[in-house]
């Protein structure tokens, strides 16, 4: 039997095991940056970061903390690889990902080390998948060079006030033009779509927002088509901190709580739209 | 009453068939099963039996369904007139989303009939009579357009016999299979399905990308002993452990699994090495079988 | 304080906004909203009513004021679709709407043909729409529901359960009345294939209506997705639904009244061109009176209500008469001619009755019959709704 000889390997070989009682922990987070096939994982003693990133404009980084699984076993100080994350998220919803309580899918991944396959044993109600998948060598993701010091304004809030506005964005506009002042209107969505522009303002004051620091009138535009694969990070999360630096880059920090209580976080990163213009 | 000439050699008196009450959503159920695995098959009456069957093009790479319900566990009356009293039966082509939908508009009727009718085209007329929340009643017929098979191409609608297997196992739940089966198809056209005679079954996909098994145990192999004493010689001759494979379009295997409205009382799938996978599922009044020929 | 709420009705591509004012006090406003429908080979007379000047520009307080609000939304049927859909985009999700707006302002600035819809919602959250549209003439139907030969009004539920018995992908619906019954049946577009299409039918007994007035036996075939739409609003009010309709070709006027609230729903009709030919051979599928009807359902029925069947064979207007004219000639087949009794087993009897040029052109796939006297009529009609779906599109 292929299976029992796989599953008796000795876990020496392996650079990297990670076992986790429910796939879905990451199977959730890992759908939520899936807008491209090709994912970068980088795994450290830390945990897990997995990189996905779009026409050199936006990137998203879902990282999932060492204590999210139940086992976690580095050999190196870093593991790098690149899979396809479509036919990852396939492999870990094999059994259909079921959402009824009591009944998970047990996952325990392993990586043997360059130019190994990504081995998957998953196991539900007693039938086990395994599954292979190839491996790359793992491209080196773009450094958007955003840093906290030159964060010029920042604002936290709690997503479903953003979830409702983002079900609602006229998608036939093609930029999203963030607004952020220490005055009026704050805090201001706005799209410029076919039929007319529609803005969305959120007071400083409201109970909606959390954290409220602008230092200074930023309006920056970003391309409707790219911000909206980070649609799927907010449905999941909680809270998320949107944060613009002196450049315009835009950073989207979604806190995201798995069923289990744990944290995990999803990133993005985009840059502004060239073609600013004021309306 | 009129006697109706729908095509040569085939004359009948419209005949009224009743179900019984609760006999309307499980027609209903198997005849949505159906619905899901084909656009059209063939509706064979008989004085005892219901058979919806698709023709086994099986060697053209086709699937085959044969699918039979007894007729005294669905109607209360059943009259029935085929072309002679040698050949008592009326085979019919239709679509049975059709028939599965007028079914449906059917399930809370208080009777509900089903007739031969000639009207702009050969039907099957199924006429219910609704509850209303007036004391008024309401009457709602549906006239499905069927074609009439001729009598000298019956030969095609036969019951197909069964394969000379060499593995016979039962099947994991059905929707476990499904999810699996939903999944291996985004990864991969083909898929292999491989059992031995010791209660295993594997499924099995392989690309460029990925290669995923999913291993099921202990399902336990049926006795084909009883009825069918060579299939047991052949069997008992094999290393159980010994697996036999057929590589099929995971589409059709997928669509076998998408249909099923309920959990049958047994599954059952028969491989033969690289030729076909045939699998079996009872019901309480109702069997259906589904054959896939396997892919080179 | 006033609450107030947004129904909103997605019926084919049209919006249909119908505003209601709750109010503590007595005081009650009536919001009518005509809904325009221009599906796709459907029309019924428009009248030009000229360019609508907008009464008051500016900005209005709050709570809007009902009639801008009426007035407001009557501008949606405009030839501006960018208008409806983003209208539509305004208020997308009712769900939310109903539980998170707190206020709604609406205002228009005519000169700068820009209506806006600011939302006021929970914890402050501001959402500012400002729609563009282009101003231009307002197209009102015409219609008198009250002159309407037939009248039938019935519980939402006992349209909804007869409606649920057709596909949900089915375009139009069949509608034949007689003295005692009406029938809903599937309408089969001319050019589908008659013998792979399921036909079917239901017969209602007028018992099952709160009101039912039949002056002239009348068959009429309108879309069914739009009478979904407006049972579904129905439901949600429990408004009972009325029906007023005359022959094929004029509108069809569904409405929904209580004491603050008028909505009118006016649906095009297909227009029976074909009239006497919808029994020839030629494939239109009209459902023969069969055996089967006579011997069997018609028993049931007539064991239903002592009255003598009339049959259920009025023809239903079956041709796809895609072209409605405003001012129809006679029909020589009108349903006033047709005599209580007098239906389809007739016509049946004509086997020899070769078929009509008129019929032979919609045959071949002519629009306008060519020497109809509707040929007249029809293109200028059709030239307004041309316009009026390409304006903007």
């Not at chain 2, 089903?114 to 199924?126: D, F, G, R, S």
């Amino acid at each position: 039997m292929p299976l029992s000889t796989q599953s008796q390997t000795d876990d020496a070989q392996y650079i990297l095991v990670a076992s986790l009682d429910n796939a879905r922990n990451i199977s959730n987070i890992l759908k939520a940056i899936t807008f491209k096939d090709h994912a970068i994982f980088s795994a450290t003693p830390n945990g897990l970061k997995v990189t996905v990133e779009d026409s050199k404009c936006l990137q998203a980084n879902a990282f999932i903390q060492a204590d999210i699984f139940q086992e976690f076993t580095i050999k190196e100080d870093s593991v790098g690889f690149q899979v396809n994350l479509t036919v990852l998220l396939d492999c870990l919803t094999i059994f259909g990902g079921s959402t009824v309580p009591g009944v998970s899918t047990a996952l325990r991944m392993c990586y043997m080390g360059y130019g190994y396959p990504l081995t998957l044993f998953l196991e539900e109600g007693g039938v086990v998948t395994v599954c292979k998948i190839n491996t790359q060598e793992p491209e080196e993701p773009i450094d958007f060079d955003f840093c906290s010091s030159n964060v010029t304004n920042k604002v936290i809030l709690q997503s479903e006030s953003l979830k409702e506005a983002f079900s609602e964005l006229d998608m036939t506009s093609e930029v999203l033009q963030i607004t952020m002042s220490p005055n009026q209107p704050y805090f201001r969505l706005s799209t410029f779509g076919n039929s007319g522009n529609a803005h969305y303002d959120y007071p400083k004051d409201s109970d909606m927002m959390e954290l409220f620091q602008c230092t200074k009138t930023q309006i920056n535009r970003y391309k409707m088509s790219l911000l909206k694969s980070s649609t799927k990070a907010l449905a999941l999360s909680c809270k998320v901190s949107v944060r613009t630096d002196s450049r315009g880059f835009l950073s989207l920090q979604y806190l995201v709580r798995n069923n289990d209580g744990q944290i995990c976080f999803v990133e993005y990163y985009c840059c502004p739209d060239e073609e600013v213009g004021d309306d | 009453m009129a006697v109706e000439r729908l095509e040569e050699g085939l004359t009948f008196n419209p005949s009224p068939i009743l179900l019984q009450d609760q006999s309307q959503v499980r027609a209903g159920g198997v005849v949505t099963t159906i619905s899901k695995l084909t656009k059209t098959c063939v509706l064979r009456l008989t004085p005892d039996n219901l058979y919806f069957v698709l023709s086994g093009k099986v060697d053209n790479g086709g699937v085959g369904m044969w699918c039979e319900l007894s007729q005294a566990k669905f109607f209360d009356e059943f009259q029935l007139e085929g072309v002679s009293a040698e050949a008592n039966e009326i085979c019919l082509e239709l679509a049975p989303d059709n028939l599965s939908r007028a079914l449906k508009t059917a399930q809370n009727a208080k009777t509900v009939k089903i007739k031969l009718t000639k009207k702009h085209c050969p039907c099957l007329t199924i006429a219910a009579e609704l509850p209303t929340m007036s004391s008024a009643s309401r009457v709602v017929t549906h006239d499905i357009p069927v074609d009439v098979i001729p009598k000298r191409l019956w030969n095609d609608f036969k019951e197909p016999s069964m394969p000379d297997f060499d593995v016979s196992i039962y099947m994991p739940p059905l929707k476990i299979m499904k999810n699996v089966v939903d999944r291996m198809k985004n990864l991969s056209n083909f898929l292999v399905i491989e059992a031995n005679m010791n209660g295993e079954m594997n499924l099995k996909i392989e690309t460029d990308l990925v290669s995923v098994a999913t291993h099921f145990r202990d399902l336990g192999n049926p006795p084909w002993a009883g009825g069918d004493g060579s299939q047991a010689g052949a069997n008992s001759q094999r290393d159980p452990e010994a697996m036999v494979q057929a590589r099929v379009d995971v589409r059709k295997l997928q669509q076998f699994l998408m249909g099923q409205q309920f959990n049958p009382s047994k599954a059952m799938c028969n491989i033969v090495q690289n030729t076909i996978i045939h699998l079996i599922l009872l019901y309480e009044d109702v069997s259906l079988q589904y054959f896939i020929p396997a892919v080179a | 304080k006033v609450t107030w709420r947004i129904f909103k009705k997605s019926i084919e591509n049209q919006q249909v906004f119908i505003c209601r004012l709750n109010e503590a006090c007595v005081c009650v406003c009536v919001c009518v909203c005509v809904c325009f429908s221009t599906c796709q080979g459907h029309s019924f007379p428009f009248e030009d009513r000229g360019r609508v000047v907008p009464r008051t520009t500016g900005r209005w307080a709050d709570p809007p004021d009902c009639e801008l609000l009426a007035f407001g939304l009557r501008l949606l049927p405009i030839r501006s679709t960018f208008l409806q859909q983003s209208v539509q985009a305004v208020f997308r999700s009712l769900a939310t709407l109903e539980k998170t707006v707190e206020k709604c302002h609406i205002e228009l600035d005519a000169d700068r043909n820009r209506l806006t819809f600011t939302l006021h919602c929970k914890h402050g959250l501001l959402k500012t729409h400002n729609l563009s549209f282009q101003d231009s003439e307002s197209l009102q139907a015409v219609f008198d529901k009250d002159s309407s030969t037939n009248v039938l009004k019935a519980q939402p539920r006992v349209l909804t359960d007869t409606v649920l018995n057709f596909p949900p992908s089915l375009d139009e619906v069949t509608v034949t009345v007689s003295d005692e019954r009406v029938w809903f049946r599937n309408h089969v577009d001319q050019e589908a294939e008659p013998s792979k299409a399921m036909l079917t039918e239901l017969c209602l007994s007028s018992d099952e209506f709160d009101h039912f007035e039949v002056r002239a036996r009348s068959s009429v075939t309108f879309c069914l997705k739009e009478l979904r739409g407006l049972l579904v609003f129905a439901e949600s009010t429990g408004l009972p639904v009325s029906m007023y309709f005359d022959k094929p070709g004029s509108p069809v006027v569904l409405s929904v009244t209580d004491s603050v609230l008028d909505g009118n729903f006016v649906l095009a009709t297909l227009s029976d061109e074909s009239g006497v030919q919808t029994s020839d051979r030629t494939g239109t599928p009209a459902p023969p009176a069969d055996d089967f009807m006579n011997d069997e359902l018609e028993s049931y029925l007539i064991a239903m209500d002592t009255s003598m069947a009339a049959g259920p064979s009025v023809p239903a207007p079956l041709a796809p008469g895609r072209v409605v004219s405003p001012t129809a000639t006679p029909d020589p087949w009108s349903p006033a001619h047709s005599e209580p009794g007098e239906d389809l087993t007739e016509e049946e009897e004509e086997p020899g009755r070769p078929p009509n040029k008129k019929f032979r052109s919609l045959f071949f796939g002519s629009v306008y019959p060519p020497g109809s006297p509707l040929g007249g009529h029809t293109p200028s009609s059709q030239k307004v709704l041309a316009s009026d779906s390409e304006d903007d599109g």
